[in-house]
């Protein structure tokens, strides 16, 4: 198991949001995006898993992570950020799994 990277969001020292990142093979799993529930839609969370994908290590090919399967706020996040259901990969009990391909870096 890899381990995970932490990136956090601090504002006058107060912790408002967190997320995490790991490579496994050539798929960085994202884990663990949370935001302050008084700070929610002002672009935390959107600012966030930009970050954690930007700084996904060059051998990484695709993003996963997974959301309770209720979830619709969050599900409505990720499809809006281009991550699309994969009902073909397990997550945890009452979790749905949702992936994303990485873009080529634009040539130089």
Do not use: C
Request: charged residues 25%; hydrophobic residues 40%; aromatic residues 8%.
């Amino acid at each position: 198991m890899g381990e995970w990277e932490t990136y956090v969001v601090r504002r006058a020292g107060r912790l408002v949001g967190a997320a995490r990142g790991r490579l496994e093979g050539d798929t960085w799993e994202i884990g663990r995006i949370m935001v302050a529930p008084d700070l929610r839609g002002q672009g935390t969370g959107r600012r966030l898993l930009e970050h954690v994908e930007a700084v996904a290590p060059p051998a990484a090919t695709s993003y996963v992570l997974f959301t309770g399967a209720a979830s619709t706020r969050n599900l409505r996040f990720y499809k809006r950020a281009g991550y699309r259901l994969r009902p073909d990969l397990d997550g945890p009990p009452g979790a749905v799994v949702l992936s994303k391909r990485r873009r080529a870096p634009a040539a130089g």
